[in-house]
Every structure is written in structure tokens, then in C-alpha cells.
């Protein structure tokens, strides 16, 4: 083989690689957009439902240039199963909006603990979540909660931050291990 036609073969070669990455990226920034827990309002009934786009689908898709989205889960199935997914037109239109995870950061943002009055800052993903404190006086960890009951449950519940659930799951769950003193009232 003379040296031009190596040097054709290793331009194509190295165009397709490129080609091949470019359209992996595309790919992996498509399922990191679309993964995770959703929440959306049916169109069928109105009312809020918990929903999971395939990610993974959708990435491989939109690598291959046919954008398609197409739902992995959603909290009206099995019954619903057969639905038309008109719900996906929320999410495409804005994808991080619906997210629970943004969902549930633009709640906790700005709010104090009903328990101790401290500020809770930000939503810690891995470690000390904030929970939600019942109107009964319970505390419960938002995430412990079927996702389509949020909206309904942010509109009757306080939030509390991770210490003060961690203290009232102690007191509530093991009595004769815990010594009460009150918090002092808020003057």
C-alpha cells in the first residue's frame, strides 16, 4: 500500500472516530438530562403523577439524530399502561422544572426549621436530608413519600431540618433512651 493511500485511510479512520465520539457525547448528555424521577400533571385526569423517562433509550436515540422519548415508569401503571404518554410534551418542554429533585430544592430554599428555627440552606443529596414534620407533629423524610403526593404534602407539612427529625425519630422510636429538654420558646 503506497503512503497516500494511508494516509486517506487514517483521515477517514480518524473523521469516523471523531463522528463516533461527537455522537457519544451527544448521547450521554441526553440520558443525563432525561434521568430521574419526574413529576408531571396527567392529561388525562389532572392530576399530578410520578413519572421516569427512559434515559437510556432516549440518549441512544438522540446519538443516532431520531430524538425520541418515551416513558420507563410512571405511577398510573399497570392500569394506564396503554396511554398515548401526551405527558412527555412537559418534560421536553422543560426538563429540569418537572424534576423532583428541583421540585423539592425550590421548596426546602429559603425555608427555616418548624422545630429549632434554623435556616435550612440546601438540599444535602447524600447525607442530611431535610424531612417534613406532619401536621399530627410526626417527622417523616420527604423522599419516604409517593412522589405524585409531594405537591398535596408541601401544602400541609413543615419542613424540619435533619437534626431535629433525627432527634424527634429517636425520641418517638426509643423514649427510655432519651432525656426531653425542650427547646426554649422563640422569643
Same mark, same amino acid.
Given at each position: 500500500?503506497?503512503?497516500?493511500?494511508?494516509?486517506?485511510?487514517?483521515?477517514?479512520?480518524?473523521?469516523?472516530?471523531?463522528?463516533?465520539?461527537?455522537?457519544?457525547?451527544?448521547?450521554?448528555?441526553?440520558?443525563?438530562?432525561?434521568?430521574?424521577?419526574?413529576?408531571?400533571?396527567?392529561?388525562?385526569?389532572?392530576?399530578?403523577?410520578?413519572?421516569?423517562?427512559?434515559?437510556?433509550?432516549?440518549?441512544?436515540?438522540?446519538?443516532?439524530?431520531?430524538?425520541?422519548?418515551?416513558?420507563?415508569?410512571?405511577?398510573?401503571?399497570?392500569?394506564?399502561?396503554?396511554?398515548?404518554?401526551?405527558?412527555?410534551?412537559?418534560?421536553?418542554?422543560?426538563?429540569?422544572?418537572?424534576?423532583?429533585?428541583?421540585?423539592?430544592?425550590?421548596?426546602?430554599?429559603?425555608?427555616?426549621?418548624?422545630?429549632?428555627?434554623?435556616?435550612?440552606?440546601? =438540599?444535602? +443529596?447524600?447525607? *442530611?436530608?431535610? $424531612?417534613? &414534620?406532619?401536621? %399530627?407533629?410526626?417527622?417523616?423524610?420527604?423522599?419516604?413519600?409517593?412522589?405524585?403526593?409531594?405537591?398535596?404534602?408541601?401544602?400541609?407539612?413543615?419542613? =424540619?431540618? +435533619?437534626?431535629? *427529625?433525627?432527634? $424527634?425519630? &429517636?425520641?418517638? %422510636?426509643?423514649?427510655?433512651?432519651?432525656?426531653?429538654?425542650?427547646?426554649?420558646?422563640?422569643?
Amino acid at each position: 500500500m503506497n503512503v497516500l493511500a494511508q494516509v486517506v485511510l487514517t483521515l477517514v479512520a480518524a473523521t469516523g472516530l471523531v463522528l463516533f465520539l461527537l455522537a457519544a457525547i451527544k448521547g450521554i448528555r441526553t440520558y443525563f438530562k432525561y434521568r430521574g424521577k419526574r413529576l408531571i400533571v396527567c392529561p388525562e385526569n389532572r392530576l399530578p403523577a410520578a413519572v421516569e423517562v427512559d434515559a437510556l433509550r432516549a440518549g441512544y436515540a438522540d446519538a443516532k439524530d431520531s430524538p425520541h422519548l418515551q416513558l420507563h415508569t410512571c405511577s398510573r401503571w399497570p392500569e394506564m399502561r396503554a396511554c398515548g404518554q401526551e405527558c412527555l410534551s412537559q418534560i421536553e418542554h422543560s426538563p429540569e422544572d418537572c424534576l423532583v429533585r428541583t421540585i423539592v430544592t425550590r421548596w426546602y430554599a429559603g425555608k427555616v426549621c418548624a422545630v429549632c428555627g434554623k435556616a435550612i440552606h440546601e =438540599v444535602d +443529596w447524600l447525607g *442530611h436530608k431535610p $424531612a417534613l &414534620l406532619d401536621p %399530627e407533629g410526626k417527622t417523616v423524610y420527604w423522599d419516604n413519600i409517593q412522589t405524585e403526593k409531594l405537591p398535596e404534602v408541601f401544602s400541609t407539612h413543615a419542613p =424540619v431540618c +435533619w437534626d431535629c *427529625h433525627i432527634a $424527634a425519630t &429517636l425520641l418517638r %422510636e426509643h423514649p427510655d433512651l432519651v432525656t426531653y429538654r425542650p427547646w426554649p420558646p422563640r422569643t
